[in-house]
């Protein structure tokens, strides 16, 4: 509340505003002077937040009034600036660049607009120090430097680049933002310190929702290879740092499959007939074009109304981690994907506990390329294509999820899952899931790929595992049961099957065909339509 009205130009005095939130100024206390900010020339009043900044001492406070104010900002030293009492209309500050530039160590900006005009731009980029944004709208924001800033209870939307962008050493913590509708990713970090994020809602990337991205290397990897003592930091012959973000507790979506449907749902009843005609539908616009995206200048919000979703960013997923990331994902939801929840590759890894990953119309996660996460006590359930796929090179820790009803597929092993480098060596493990109702196979193991299967319950699949195409896994002490078939090894698949329970399949416990050629030892296979059968050259 306003105190005492001081004689001094432009001044008021006030309770500080911030002095009870945990990061406000250390030792402030009682009053605080106050400049106020108006559009129109009043007296008493400055016509720009650039005049109260350099009127103002640090630690003191700026109110803005309602009103578009055009002018790029530097904050260099620690100020309030807040949206003044203006009858609910948001202040707006824009400009033809980066708007708004922190480089100091304590800020507090609260209830502003805060856009730009630039494509290439972001609307604010923080630099350095702790500084604090809370219920704020704005376009886009980039960390760099060592900063560490707190970003609360934000809008964070509507941009030609990434929503929140996190380089260099950058940190800090976001909180309960809506991210969403941007051009690029929703959130990259590409980050060495150790950001947060924690209880946001992040949708509609038009590349993605989180991009995770270590250092891209240069170096040959015949250099990885002959310089192994190194150590497992080395990445592509290079030692670096690892990206390390945690996200808790957020709910990563994208709504762009059910657009497209809608729009398709649109094109049947005619509303739109012609090439040109569009129709717009909240925070996207459906246009009826010959191609199916348009190009990258053009705006990201716009698909074809007849484009099948399948067509659409065949490689798309919620989630992308990859050069030596290791983020850690707990208790999020990440659903409703084009095609994939997540994706690793080119060394990804990282820690997924309790997480959900559902109804994404591709894969729930896919690990490639020398990948290494532990994905550990997930819910992975309704996705399209499959709950994993795994392929060139991995070396996933999959323990103890549900893995349930996630279209043909519950595991898919492909492609040469053991590496040569040592560090990875080790196929991966999948162990103490429970994989069940899947309309073609719990695990299908395939091209000549090796995995380690280990005390798995494998239940209601239409073939609890397969093993084909030289596919040489270790399955052991699994209990493989009310599958239609239990275990299927055909068409030169291998593998070692040892002191597993296969029983109550409703028709063959094991099928042997097609010059499939297993090791089964010290199993009980009981209660199945058939035990065992070999036939056409097993």
């Known amino acids: 509340s306003f105190c005492t009205l001081l004689l001094t130009k432009n001044v008021l005095m006030v309770e500080i505003h911030w002095r009870e939130h945990p990061c406000g100024w250390p030792g402030k206390q009682g009053t605080v002077k106050t400049y106020f900010v108006q559009k129109t020339q009043r007296k008493g009043y400055f016509t720009s937040l650039h005049e109260a900044i350099t009127k103002a001492e640090p630690y003191e406070r700026i109110e803005i009034g309602a009103g578009s104010f055009f002018e790029n900002v530097v904050l260099q030293k620690p100020l309030e600036i807040a949206a003044g009492d203006s009858g609910g209309d948001r202040p707006e500050l824009y400009s033809h660049g980066t708007t708004l530039t922190i480089d100091c160590e304590e800020a507090f900006i609260e209830g502003l607009s805060i856009t730009t005009g630039d494509q290439g731009s972001y609307s604010v980029v923080i630099q350095s120090g702790k500084p604090i944004i809370m219920g704020c709208t704005l376009a886009n924001v980039s960390v760099t430097g060592h900063a560490e800033p707190i970003l609360e209870k934000n809008k964070i939307m509507n941009s030609k680049k990434h929503g929140v962008y996190i380089g260099g050493n950058g940190g800090g913590s976001m909180r309960s933002n809506t991210i969403e509708n941007h051009s690029w990713y929703s959130v990259w970090v590409e980050s060495t310190g150790q950001p947060e994020f924690v209880t946001n809602y992040i949708q509609n990337g038009q590349h993605g929702q989180?991009?995770?991205?270590?250092?891209?290397?240069?170096?040959?990897?015949?250099?990885?290879?002959?310089?192994?003592?190194?150590?497992?930091?080395?990445?592509?012959?290079?030692?670096?740092?690892?990206?390390?973000?945690?996200?808790?507790?957020?709910?990563?979506?994208?709504?762009?499959?059910?657009?497209?449907?809608?729009?398709?749902?649109?094109?049947?009843?005619?509303?739109?007939?012609?090439?040109?005609?569009?129709?717009?539908?909240?925070?996207?616009?459906?246009?009826?074009?010959?191609?199916?995206?348009?190009?990258?200048?053009?705006?990201?919000?716009?698909?074809?109304?007849?484009?099948?979703?399948?067509?659409?960013?065949?490689?798309?997923?919620?989630?992308?981690?990859?050069?030596?990331?290791?983020?850690?994902?707990?208790?999020?939801?990440?659903?409703?994907?084009?095609?994939?929840?997540?994706?690793?590759?080119?060394?990804?890894?990282?820690?997924?506990?309790?997480?959900?990953?559902?109804?994404?119309?591709?894969?729930?996660?896919?690990?490639?390329?020398?990948?290494?996460?532990?994905?550990?006590?997930?819910?992975?359930?309704?996705?399209?294509?499959?709950?994993?796929?795994?392929?060139?090179?991995?070396?996933?820790?999959?323990?103890?999820?549900?893995?349930?009803?996630?279209?043909?597929?519950?595991?898919?092993?492909?492609?040469?899952?053991?590496?040569?480098?040592?560090?990875?060596?080790?196929?991966?493990?999948?162990?103490?899931?429970?994989?069940?109702?899947?309309?073609?196979?719990?695990?299908?193991?395939?091209?000549?790929?090796?995995?380690?299967i280990e005390k798995n319950e494998i239940r209601g699949n239409g073939i609890g595992v397969v093993t084909e195409s030289l596919a040489s896994p270790r399955v052991v002490q699994n209990l493989i049961k009310n599958n239609k078939n239990g275990l299927i090894v055909c068409n030169q698949g291998r593998g070692n099957f040892i002191e597993n329970e296969i029983t109550g399949n409703e028709s063959d416990g094991i099928t042997v065909t097609t010059l499939g050629h297993p090791t089964v030892e010290r199993n009980r296979i009981c209660l199945n339509r058939h035990n065992v059968k070999v036939a056409n050259k097993g």
């Not at 979506?253 to 059910?258: F, G, I, K, L, W």
């Not at 049947?268 to 925070?283: C, F, H, N, P």
């Not at 899947?438 to 695990?443: E, F, L, N, P, Q």
Request: hydrophobic share 35%.
């Open 210 to 452: 989180v991009m995770i991205s270590g250092q891209s290397a240069f170096f040959a990897e015949d250099f990885e290879y002959e310089n192994a003592a190194l150590g497992p930091n080395v990445t592509e012959g290079v030692l670096k740092d690892e990206v390390v973000p945690i996200f808790r507790g957020n709910r990563i979506t994208d709504s762009v499959a059910q657009i497209v449907k809608k729009a398709e749902t649109q094109r049947k009843k005619s509303q739109i007939k012609e090439v040109g005609d569009s129709l717009d539908m909240g925070s996207f616009k459906i246009e009826k074009r010959k191609s199916v995206i348009n190009e990258p200048s053009q705006s990201p919000a716009q698909y074809a109304v007849d484009a099948r979703i399948d067509e659409l960013w065949k490689d798309r997923c919620a989630v992308e981690i990859k050069h030596n990331a290791k983020p850690i994902f707990e208790r999020n939801w990440i659903c409703d994907g084009i095609h994939n929840g997540v994706y690793f590759h080119n060394r990804g890894g990282g820690v997924f506990n309790q997480n959900k990953v559902s109804r994404n119309a591709g894969s729930g996660f896919c690990v490639s390329s020398k990948s290494n996460p532990s994905i550990i006590d997930n819910d992975i359930l309704g996705n399209q294509l499959s709950g994993f796929v795994l392929f060139q090179d991995h070396a996933a820790k999959i323990e103890g999820n549900s893995i349930d009803a996630n279209g043909p597929f519950g595991i898919k092993v492909c492609r040469g899952s053991v590496c040569l480098h040592s560090a990875i060596s080790k196929a991966s493990l999948i162990t103490k899931n429970i994989i069940s109702n899947h309309s073609k196979v719990g695990v299908l193991c395939t091209d000549a790929s090796v995995a380690r």
